[in-house]
């Protein structure tokens, strides 16, 4: 089963990427799971040409490929301006039609500096895959306070209780696509 986790920014030092990297870990710690990162700082700027729609680039291609081969997708959902960011809503927008999102399980874990830990982003962001006809991993995963979670020397979530609801949510998201599968 392959999962590939997004980073929902591009932002240089952004600690979604940090996180989306954690996540990738405890899919790896699981059976007979490969794992792909897909961090929006390898959009380059082909993406924003407007010709990227219709007459995608090979680079384009080859970014959009690695998402359709997905099993599942754990998206790491930044909170900007009470939102998600505009990148990942730009990525969406070159996936091809129905089958970027059509039956494709997704999870969500928001990150915010916030108290709202993350909730308006991660909402905004399941009507648009929800719109697309994903199967929504019902067990988010909400993160606030984001400056003061992470342990930057080990590179990871500091509170033993986020890694252990980090790791669940892994688990729990291959069990619910093993059970969309049977
Ligand atoms: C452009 C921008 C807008 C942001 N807007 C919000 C916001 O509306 N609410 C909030 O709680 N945090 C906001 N933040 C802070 C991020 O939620 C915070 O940096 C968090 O760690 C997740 O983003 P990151 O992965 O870029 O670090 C914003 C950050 C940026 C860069």
Do not use: W
Not at 117 to 139: D, K, S, T
Not at 147 to 168: A, I, V
């Amino acid at each position: 089963m392959k999962i590939v986790v997004v980073c929902g920014t591009n932002r240089d030092g952004a600690l979604s990427r940090m996180l989306a990297k954690q996540a990738q870990s405890e899919f790896d710690k699981l059976d007979d799971i490969d794992t792909d990162l897909l961090d929006m700082n390898e959009l380059g700027a082909e993406f924003l040409g407007p010709k990227a729609y219709k007459e995608p680039t090979p680079e384009i291609t080859a970014i959009v490929d690695r998402f359709l081969a997905a099993d599942g997708v754990c998206f790491i959902v930044p909170e900007y301006n009470g939102s998600y960011p505009g990148i990942l809503k730009l990525f969406v927008d070159m996936l091809p039609f129905p089958e970027g999102f059509d039956s494709r399980p997704c999870s969500f874990i928001g990150l915010a500096a916030g108290q709202f830990q993350g909730l308006r982003a991660v909402e905004h962001f399941q009507q648009v895959a929800g719109y697309r006809n994903a199967h929504i991993y019902p067990r988010r995963l909400f993160i606030g306070n984001s400056f003061k979670q992470f342990d930057f020397e080990k590179g990871k979530l500091s509170d033993d209780e986020l890694c252990q609801r980090l790791s669940q949510n892994a688990n729990g998201f291959v069990q619910y696509i093993k059970a969309l599968k049977s």
